[in-house]
């Protein structure tokens, strides 16, 4: 695993539609949007945010985070530069080579393929640049869309662990594991 490629400086990462990039202090109110939403954190493990000044100080720990190098979040930007979702990649497990992925959008964005996207550059980046060999996500069994993004990009549905882990505000819960591998990326671009 080419771990300097993720944290020697964060990566932007593009497609014609989005832009992977850093979230700033000046991004707040977009983070704010999403994080205040109680829905886009229906089937996740992060509680929603409805003050701002916590929202702010999260955006502080994003970098703190990476300069520690255990987790990387880009905004993910539209064509006009606004903030519309946040992807990441976590876990890096170095002795495996595998790392663990996560992603939600701001309700409005929904539906429009940008989700799928997101993935589908983030995956590029850590088989063809950090030349991970495992890329994983967890999610819960009620969150349809978001195994539907994942099978787009290849992921296969590896199983169910019940009770699994405790998600905050969500108690213990069973998840679903989706994984790929390099071997699985080459094969789909082929």
């Not at 509680?47 to 999260?58: F, W, Y």
């Not at 992925?101 to 964005?109: D, K, P, S, V």
């Not at 549905?157 to 108690?171: C, D, F, N, S």
Request: contains cysteine.
């Amino acid at each position: 695993m080419n771990i300097d490629a993720v944290f020697s400086r964060l990566p932007v990462l593009n497609s014609n539609s989005i832009t992977l990039g850093k979230i700033s202090e000046c991004h707040l109110d977009d983070v704010f949007d999403i994080y205040n939403n109680d829905r886009v954190f229906e089937f996740c493990g992060i509680i929603p945010k409805h003050n701002k000044e916590t929202v702010r100080k999260m955006i502080g720990h994003f970098e703190r985070d990476f300069y520690k190098k255990s987790k990387v979040k880009w905004g993910i930007f539209d064509n006009n530069n606004k903030l519309i979702g946040i992807i990441e990649a976590q876990d890096f497990n170095q002795k495996v080579n595998m790392v663990t992925i996560g992603y939600f959008l701001t309700e409005a964005f929904w539906g429009k393929g940008i989700a799928t996207e997101s993935v589908r550059i983030l995956l590029e980046f850590l088989f063809q640049e950090v030349k991970v060999n495992r890329v994983q996500a967890e999610v819960m069994p009620l969150n349809v869309n978001s195994k539907k993004v994942l099978l787009k990009n290849g992921f296969i549905k590896e199983g169910t662990i019940r009770q699994a882990t405790l998600w905050a505000g969500k108690g213990i819960v069973d998840l679903e594991i989706y994984g790929i591998l390099q071997e699985d990326y080459e094969k789909i671009q082929r």
